[in-house]
């Protein structure tokens, strides 16, 4: 019996392109070692196979989150509180001459009651069977990592409260409280009068220091002083400029290390923008009082793991009520470095 023609195999699904004649017992013998190949022309084995694959990880960054290192985190209620209230007291009277009959003179009190709403944030997770179980075969744990970027996320936006607020609602934030103080602007002391770092020596910047601290001394009538614990909040951006040194190797860092007993530097971004540059100077503490917090109901809720038909879903859950600024007079701003 003939061996069928490679045309006629192609009927069936039988498809061996490029090939020249069949090999069968009978011919083995007759094929010479140079005879033409059956299959493609390859190396070895597919390229895939030989990578290497590295364990390491690199997590894509994100921008630091500094809120918490200007005022501490509090809880406050949990997540069905609507709103906190404090209240702040004032003294109030005057003095008289004395007299034996007299009742002139009177002492008292005022009280005056802030309030903050809180705001619950969300976001979900889901993850399919069949996607879990490709990821597993790359040895990758899909709801871990699903998880995880839950978490992160709703610690971006945590900061991001603490600093701006929530739009539309009565929270506010470190930065865009009503209750504070205007900002002051730089002094034109730089390059044609400018008020920008870049364009200033490094004496000029430093003064611009002093210039916000006398700001906070007068707003606090001198309850603040070079002595107490201070905060300064400045962008990164902003922050390498206070490493500039004069020829004879003095920096504004040095030189701040020299005046202020106490001072703390703390890197925000969102300092940063596009009119220019803004700083904050903060005393935490004024008369034994903490000037502000950062509020919270919930921090992180977790949610029950919720099956689908092939799939799984997850809610976290988390609340805030913003910076809540206690003593706005002692946060002093500047604009314009």
Same mark, same amino acid.
């Given at each position: 019996?003939?061996?069928?023609?490679?045309?006629?195999?192609?009927?069936?699904?039988?498809?061996?392109?490029?090939?020249? +004649?069949? !090999?069968?017992?009978?011919?083995?013998?007759?094929?010479?070692?140079?005879? %033409?190949?059956?299959?493609?022309?390859?190396?070895?084995?597919?390229?895939?196979?030989?990578?290497?694959?590295?364990?390491?990880?690199?997590?894509?960054? $994100?921008? #630091?989150?500094?809120?918490?290192?200007?005022?501490?985190?509090?809880?406050?209620? @949990?997540?069905? $509180?609507?709103?906190?209230?404090?209240?702040?007291?004032?003294?109030?009277?005057?003095?008289?001459?004395?007299?034996?009959?007299? +009742?002139?003179?009177? =002492?008292?009190?005022?009280?005056?009651?802030?309030?903050?709403?809180?705001?619950?944030?969300?976001?979900?997770?889901?993850?399919?069977?069949?996607?879990?179980?490709?990821?597993? @075969?790359?040895?990758?744990?899909?709801?871990?990592?699903?998880?995880?970027?839950?978490?992160?996320?709703? @610690?971006?936006? =945590?900061?991001?409260?603490?600093?701006?607020?929530?739009?539309?609602?009565?929270?506010?934030?470190?930065?865009?409280?009503?209750?504070?103080? &205007?900002?002051?602007?730089? %002094? &034109?002391?730089?390059?044609?009068?400018?008020?920008?770092?870049?364009?200033?020596?490094?004496?000029?910047?430093?003064?611009?220091?002093?210039?916000?601290?006398?700001?906070?001394?007068?707003?606090?009538?001198?309850?603040?002083?070079?002595?107490?614990?201070?905060?300064? $909040?400045?962008? /990164? =951006?902003?922050?390498?400029?206070?490493?500039? %040194? $004069?020829?004879?190797?003095?920096?504004?860092?040095?030189?701040?290390?020299?005046?202020?007993?106490?001072?703390?530097?703390?890197?925000?971004?969102?300092?940063?923008?596009?009119?220019?540059?803004? *700083?904050?100077?903060?005393? /935490?503490?004024?008369?034994?009082?903490?000037?502000?917090?950062?509020?919270?109901?919930?921090? *992180?809720? %977790?949610?029950? !793991?919720? &099956? @689908?038909? =092939?799939?799984?879903?997850?809610?976290?859950?988390?609340?805030?009520?913003?910076?809540? #600024?206690? #003593? &706005?007079?002692? #946060?002093?701003? *500047?604009?314009?470095?």
């Amino acid at each position: 019996m003939s061996n069928p023609s490679f045309e006629q195999v192609k009927q069936y699904g039988i498809i061996f392109n490029g090939a020249r +004649h069949w !090999i069968t017992p009978g011919s083995i013998p007759r094929l010479a070692q140079d005879a %033409a190949l059956i299959t493609s022309p390859n190396s070895t084995v597919p390229a895939e196979l030989l990578a290497y694959v590295d364990p390491t990880i690199i997590e894509i960054l $994100t921008a #630091i989150r500094n809120a918490r290192e200007v005022f501490s985190e509090e809880k406050r209620g @949990d997540w069905s $509180t609507p709103y906190m209230k404090w209240r702040a007291n004032e003294v109030t009277g005057n003095t008289a001459a004395y007299s034996d009959f007299g +009742h002139a003179g009177q =002492s008292g009190t005022n009280y005056e009651w802030h309030t903050r709403e809180q705001y619950r944030f969300q976001t979900v997770t889901q993850y399919g069977d069949l996607e879990a179980d490709m990821a597993s @075969d790359a040895k990758i744990n899909l709801a871990a990592d699903k998880q995880r970027a839950a978490a992160t996320i709703i @610690d971006i936006d =945590s900061n991001k409260f603490y600093l701006l607020g929530v739009q539309g609602r009565e929270i506010y934030g470190l930065l865009n409280d009503p209750n504070l103080n &205007p900002a002051i602007a730089a %002094a &034109p002391a730089g390059e044609k009068s400018s008020t920008k770092w870049v364009n200033k020596t490094t004496q000029q910047r430093y003064r611009d220091i002093l210039n916000l601290f006398a700001r906070l001394v007068s707003q606090t009538q001198g309850l603040v002083s070079e002595r107490d614990e201070l905060i300064l $909040t400045i962008s /990164p =951006s902003a922050r390498v400029l206070l490493g500039d %040194a $004069t020829d004879f190797n003095v920096s504004v860092m040095k030189m701040l290390e020299t005046y202020f007993s106490n001072l703390k530097l703390v890197s925000l971004p969102q300092l940063s923008g596009p009119s220019g540059e803004t *700083m904050q100077l903060i005393a /935490p503490k004024v008369a034994g009082m903490e000037t502000g917090l950062l509020g919270f109901g919930e921090k *992180m809720r %977790a949610g029950r !793991i919720v &099956p @689908d038909l =092939s799939s799984f879903s997850q809610k976290f859950t988390a609340t805030t009520y913003g910076a809540v #600024i206690r #003593i &706005p007079a002692a #946060i002093a701003q *500047m604009t314009g470095i």
